[in-house]
C-alpha cells in the first residue's frame, strides 16, 4: 500500500467510498449519496503544502483517502486541522486506516499544523477506538446534535496535539519508557566497548577496509544485532558486501539458523577507496573471499520494485525481519513502508545517511523521513554512531483496523 497525494482524477473513486458509508449512518452526518460534480470545489479546496488530500492505494486501485481541511477560519486557529479518514469497504481491518491517520501524525508539524482534531459520532465505537489508539483523546461532547434517521446522536470532538503533550497519567508512562530507552543506549554504548576488546574488532576492521563505505563502529553494532537478534536479516543496499559480511559474520556466531536478505540493484562506483565496475560481480567475488556466500541470498533489483517485494516475501516465508540494513538510497521511508509488515516488534534497524553536510543530498530527505516516523512512534531511537548512521528499533502499533 502507498499513500500519495490525492488528485482530480482520484475524485471518483473518493467519491464511492465516501458514498458507501453513507447508508450506514455511523460514519457521516450527509443523508444522501453525493457526486464527483459537487465535490469538486471541495476537492479543490486542498492544498499539498496546508490542508492535504492523500489516497491509499494498492495496485491501481485508491483504497482509502485522509484530508485536512481549517477548523474554524479564524487565523488564531491556523495551527489546527479537521481531518477525515474513509476506508473502502472491502480493504477495512488491514490497516489502511491505522496507516493513513499515522502519516497524518507524523507529516502535521510539517504542515505547521499543531493539533489535529477528528468530529466522530459516538456511537462509531470502531473509529473512536482507533483515534484513541494514535493518542486521541476526547476533547468535546456535543450531546444529541444529529437527527439521523430520527435518532438524535451524539458528535465526539477527538483530538491530539501534534506532537504530543503530556497528561499526568501519560507523563509517568512517557518517564519510564525514556528512562528504559537511556538504559538500552546506554547499554548499547557499553557493549560496543566491549568488543573493542575481542577479536571479532580487528576481522570487521578488515572488512571495512576493503569493502564497507559505514563507520567500524556501525559494522560492529550490525554484526552484535545479527548475533544477539530473533528473526532473520533484511539489508536493503549491499553494495560491495561490507554490511553483508558483518552481519553474515554476526549470524555465524550465534549458532542459529536465520536468513540474510540483501537487495542490491548493480551498477558502477566511483570511489577513491572503493570503487567498482561491477557492484555485483564485487559483491558475490566478496562474499565467497569470506566464507559467508551459502549464508546470503541476493535480490538483485531495487528495493520497491515489485517483482524484489515479492522476491524477499517469497524467501522469508513466515518468517520475520529482526534486523534491518537500510543504506540505499534517500527514501528510507518508501523502503520502510514496502516491507514493514515482516518486521518483528522490536525489530532491530540500522539507518544511515542520518546525518551530514548538505552538499550530501540524501541526508535531508533521509533525515526527514527518519524523524517523522520517530514523531509518529514508528521508530524509536537509541543512538547515533559513526559518521552518519541512526540505530534504534521499530515500534509496532496494533495491527487491527476497524471502519473508519
Ligand atoms: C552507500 S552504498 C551501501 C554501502 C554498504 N552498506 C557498505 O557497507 O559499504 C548504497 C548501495 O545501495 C544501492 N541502492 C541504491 N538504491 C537502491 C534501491 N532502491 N534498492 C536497493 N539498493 C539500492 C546502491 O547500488 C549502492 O550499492
Redo the contacts with the bound molecule.
Sequence with gaps: MTIRDAIEADLPAIVRIYNATVPTRMVTAELEPTTVEARLSWFREHSPEQYPFWVAESGDRVIGWLDFKKFLPRCAYRGTAEISVYVDEEFRRRGVGQRLLEHAIARAPSLGITALIGLIFGHNEPSLKLFERFGFERWAFLPGVAQLDGMERDLIVMGRHCPARSTAGAKSLVQSQTNKRVSDSLSLMHTLMQYRHESIHSQLLKIRDK????HLDVLILIYHFAKIGSGDILE????VG??TIAAAFGVRDSGRNKKLIT?????S?KHKRLGTRN?LRDLERNLARQRVTEMVTIIKG???DAATIRAVHDTLGPDKIGLLIL???AAKRRDIECYRDKFSDDCWMVI?DYYGTDSNEKITPSRTDVDALVAAGSLEPLGFYGWSTWVGRWRRRDAGDQLV
Excluded: K, T
Design positions: 569493502y564497507s563505505m559505514l536493503i543496499g549491499a553494495f561490507g554490511a537487495i542490491e540493484p548493480g551498477g562506483v557492484i531495487r528495493s520497491f543504506d540505499a538510497d544511515d
